[in-house]
């Protein structure tokens, strides 16, 4: 139940964290030149440090959740049968109700749900059109024979901008890909919520309708990437006008309503440590992607997950939209992120839903794209404090496979990811510090 109603006399009080915390896990302290010598055998690549050497960690908020009880207790009502697990049909009715997809094929994590999407949708020579890209996503249409194409807003390629809603697709730039290709070699249009590599930049319904009208015009399909549906739900709720007295359940349905079909990774939204799924309206896409999902991650009522685990994707699916929860997460990342602006540090604003990204040319302008400054950045605070961060630019965005070069993204970022439920006001205090001193 809510104790707020969310109205703007109310949004001024302060709040704590809707939940209190009935088990932990201890963290080891290091020194600094214990941290020395881990970076150094990480290559300076904090993907390669052990977990036991970092103190807070915020490489991602993926798979990193703390469980509710209630999702514990779901673990303990598994039905570990291999075909028909009750389990199963408990998550399809949350996906159901919760996204109202019709179809769903369980995988073991998004990009479980995004390799099989792929292989059914995308032939050889198509174009596929996104509000950014992600990194596994982006991948699988490659190796589906697709090509990319980025049609979201220029002002999600300026962390400086403060439009509200960067997350956007810009029509016109749509419109081009279209008359350009031809809508027969666009197998759909893939919509990120919350769009992790803008900075966690949400899409508005305003904008995602006219997406669907021009999707509708030419007879293309919308996927949606549903993995932080509902945080873009609450900047909704927030931002949006007309959208503040509709519940973040109303506003996640909404958004699903305008497309057809999703992947998702629960590891982030769905506050569970591991689990994922492909949803889909289409009765024959369906029958594919469950021919499919047998061959590369288990029979279509399990897909890749325990039954256990599909029992807490289930119910973290409803713990993700209730607003208290929602709150407390995004209201935590923009106290992290104000902290930082207040000390001038340069982060890409506005602060965005699953953490706080900061702009590593501006951190360190006399550092040239091709010496990886977000990477040094991010090692950098590992050295100071222990904080663990991830590197999100030259290095994440890869080399184009056709000429091997970098592809020096315009975003050269460094992300603060903050896991759901784990850590305090404390251990934001303490990262925040850590940074301000690097800086
Ligand atoms: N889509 C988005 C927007 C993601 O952020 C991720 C994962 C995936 C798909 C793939 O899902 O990991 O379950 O296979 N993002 C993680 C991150 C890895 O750290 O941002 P997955």
Not at 118 to 134: E, L, Q
Not at 163 to 177: I, S, Y
Not at 293 to 305: D, N, Q
Request: net charge negative.
């Amino acid at each position: 139940m809510s104790t707020d109603d969310g109205t703007p006399a109310q949004r001024t009080r302060s709040w704590a964290e809707p939940f209190k915390i009935k088990m932990v896990e201890p963290l080891k302290m290091t020194t600094r030149a214990e941290r020395e010598v881990a970076i150094r055998e990480a290559g300076y690549n904090t993907f390669l440090l052990r977990s036991e050497d970092v103190y807070i960690d915020l490489l991602t908020d993926s798979g990193t959740n703390a469980m509710s009880d209630r999702q514990w207790a779901g673990m303990m009502l598994g039905d570990e049968a291999y075909a028909g697990s009750r389990n199963f049909y408990h998550l399809e009715a949350a996906v159901q109700e919760l996204y109202g997809y019709r179809h769903l094929v369980p995988t073991h994590q998004g990009r479980g749900a995004e390799h099989i999407l792929s292989k059914i949708m995308i032939s050889p020579g198509d174009v596929v059109p996104g509000n950014m890209y992600f990194t596994t996503t982006r991948l699988h249409q490659e190796l589906a024979g697709g090509t990319f194409v980025d049609v979201i807003i220029d002002e999600a390629h300026d962390p400086t901008n403060l439009h509200p809603f960067k997350g956007n697709v810009d029509l016109a730039k749509l419109q081009r890909v279209i008359e350009q290709h031809g809508a027969d070699k666009i197998p759909y249009v893939c919509i990120a919520t919350a769009v992790n590599m803008a900075g966690g930049q949400p899409i508005s319904l305003a904008n995602l309708r006219e997406v669907r009208a021009m999707c509708d015009a030419h007879g293309i399909r919308i996927i949606h990437d549903a993995t932080r549906v509902a945080e873009n739900a609450f900047f909704i709720k927030e931002r949006e006008p007309g959208c503040a007295d509709m519940t973040i359940a109303e506003i996640v349905r909404a958004i699903c309503d305008l497309t057809d079909g999703c992947t998702m990774s629960a590891k982030k939204d769905a506050l569970v440590n591991i689990g994922g799924f492909l949803a889909l309206n289409d009765d024959d896409l369906f029958d594919a992607a469950r021919n499919m999902v047998v061959i590369y991650e288990g029979l279509h009522t399990y897909g890749g997950m325990a039954g256990r685990d599909m029992e807490a994707v289930s119910i973290g699916l409803h713990e993700s939209v209730e607003y208290d929860h929602i709150r407390a997460r995004v209201g935590q990342v923009a106290y992290l992120g104000r902290k930082l602006q207040d000390a001038g540090v340069p982060i890409v604003v506005p602060i965005g839903s699953h953490g706080v990204f900061l702009d590593a040319r501006a951190f360190l302008p006399h550092l040239d794209q091709d010496t990886y400054p977000a990477q040094a950045l991010a090692a950098e605070i590992y050295l100071d404090s222990g904080v663990r961060t991830m590197e999100r630019g030259n290095v994440s965005s890869g080399r184009d496979p056709a000429t091997g070069e970098n592809r020096h993204p315009r975003l050269e970022l460094v992300r603060i990811t903050l896991p759901r439920r784990v850590y305090t006001q404390a251990h934001m205090d303490v990262t925040a510090e850590s940074i301000v001193e690097v800086y």
